[in-house]
């Protein structure tokens, strides 16, 4: 069984298998792309960090009544000027502004994303509040998508590397890199659109984060697909280089029907590798059974004429069935 994987090498064969997938859909996405550029959104940045961190305590009332949604009532005025003078807080403003002084590309960025949000999801709003904050790390609110107003904590993309996330483990690290912004704001958007999984099996959890990967990569054609994964390069191409020996693999010991839940622990959930049981497990990137599920996905759209809206609806089993998938060699 060890040598069921092939070592992880950016190879000339996958160059060439992108090519040609990308030459036989690039028609039809660049008319995609024509009409997405004709949507009419309207966006506005507000930077809430900047403004709550430099007002006066005195200016304290207006900035809560211009960001009521940021004020919870049952919060004082002086716990919000306690914070605003904490050490820590004013160490957590100065690295967002090292990083973020302005925003570079990120608000041309973020306009893309909600044209292809109003693209294919016409009854969303038009009109979008983006509001930059420091959530002093808060990961579980680290981009929020709600309505008419999307919600970025900066102070939880300032880069793997940086000390404040020296706490995390090392697989954790790339979640902090500025280039999860769009990636994490389509998820947190996605989430409320698709429902959630009745499937147990383990092909329902891949299929269920395929289609998440799917609508992320749709909404951001323009992100690399390493990013929409939160891989890096090297681990995107392991997958690639080993797909069709992780298919024999969950074939050969009937995983895909399993419904023992701590095949989603081994293959679907974040961790430092998947967790095979071989040797090469050090070599792989956790989340495998999602980027396999992804690639289900994608064979399924690439042979039905279906709407995202109706690839969320779609049965896990009936969705492989039709998919057609047969993994690169």
Not at 14 to 31: D, H, I, M, W
Not at 60 to 76: G, T
Not at 116 to 135: G, L, Q
Not at 311 to 321: H, N, R, T, V
């Amino acid at each position: 069984m060890e040598c069921l994987f092939k070592n992880t090498k950016l190879f000339l064969v996958l160059v060439c298998l992108s090519g040609l997938f990308l030459s036989g859909c690039g028609q039809k996405r660049s008319e995609i792309e024509k009409q997405v550029s004709q949507v009419p959104v309207q966006i506005e940045i507000l930077r809430f960090d900047k403004e709550f961190y430099e007002a006066a305590d005195s200016d304290l009332p207006s900035i809560r009544q211009k960001y009521p949604y940021l004020f919870p009532k049952n919060i004082a005025d002086e716990v919000w000027l306690q914070k605003k003078n904490d050490t820590l807080f004013a160490e957590l403003y100065d690295e967002v502004q090292k990083k973020y002084s302005d925003l570079g590309s990120l608000s041309n960025d973020l306009e893309q994303f909600f044209k292809h949000v109003k693209y294919y999801y016409p009854e969303e709003t038009e009109n979008k509040k983006v509001i930059t904050v420091i959530s002093e790390v808060d990961v579980s609110a680290k981009a929020i998508y709600a309505d008419t107003l999307a919600i970025i904590s900066l102070d939880t993309y300032l880069g793997r590397d940086h000390r404040f996330y020296k706490g995390f483990p090392d697989y954790l690290r790339g979640t902090f890199d500025s280039d999860q912004i769009l990636p994490n704001l389509a998820e947190s958007f996605l989430l409320q659109k698709i429902r959630p999984s009745a499937d147990r099996t383990f092909l329902g959890g891949m299929i269920q984060q395929g289609k998440l990967l799917y609508a992320k990569e749709t909404l951001l054609p323009l992100v690399k697909e390493e990013d929409i994964m939160g891989y890096t390069e090297e681990q995107l191409d392991w997958c690639y280089s080993n797909e069709a020996q992780m298919w024999r693999y969950f074939i050969d010991n009937k995983s895909l029907f399993d419904t023992d839940n701590k095949l989603n622990t081994r293959f679907l959930e974040p961790a430092p590798f998947s967790k095979f049981y071989l040797e090469i497990d050090s070599e792989s990137p956790g989340r495998t059974g999602a980027w396999i599920g992804w690639q289900i996905v994608r064979s399924f759209m690439k042979n039905n004429n279906v709407t995202l809206q109706e690839l969320f609806e779609k049965e896990a089993k009936e969705l492989f069935e039709q998919s057609k998938y047969k993994p690169r060699k």
